[in-house]
């Protein structure tokens, strides 16, 4: 299964948007990026339109 790297930013408290890079092995870059939702807004209590994805790109295997 491809590994993908989902990029962007989320709105933090205080009028601060904070980056983050997460990967995650799915099927589809549309699945990563389903994932990459469900996990920043499960851990950061953040709402889905206050997370913005940047990029999502598969990671070559070595």
Same mark, same amino acid.
């Given at each position: 299964?491809?590994?993908? /790297?989902?990029? +962007?930013? #989320?709105?933090? =408290? =205080? !009028?601060?948007? *904070?980056? #983050?890079?997460? *990967?995650? !092995?799915?099927? /589809?870059?549309d699945q990563a990026r389903e994932w990459a939702l469900s996990e920043? +807004? +499960?851990?950061? +209590?953040? *709402?889905? =339109?206050?997370?913005?994805?940047? /990029? ?7």
């Amino acid at each position: 299964m491809p590994m993908y /790297t989902v990029s +962007g930013r #989320f709105y933090a =408290r =205080r !009028d601060d948007w *904070q980056v #983050f890079h997460k *990967q995650h !092995d799915a099927p /589809t870059p549309d699945q990563a990026r389903e994932w990459a939702l469900s996990e920043i +807004g +499960g851990c950061h +209590g953040i *709402q889905r =339109r206050s997370i913005r994805i940047d /990029t999502i790109a598969e990671v070559l295997p070595e």
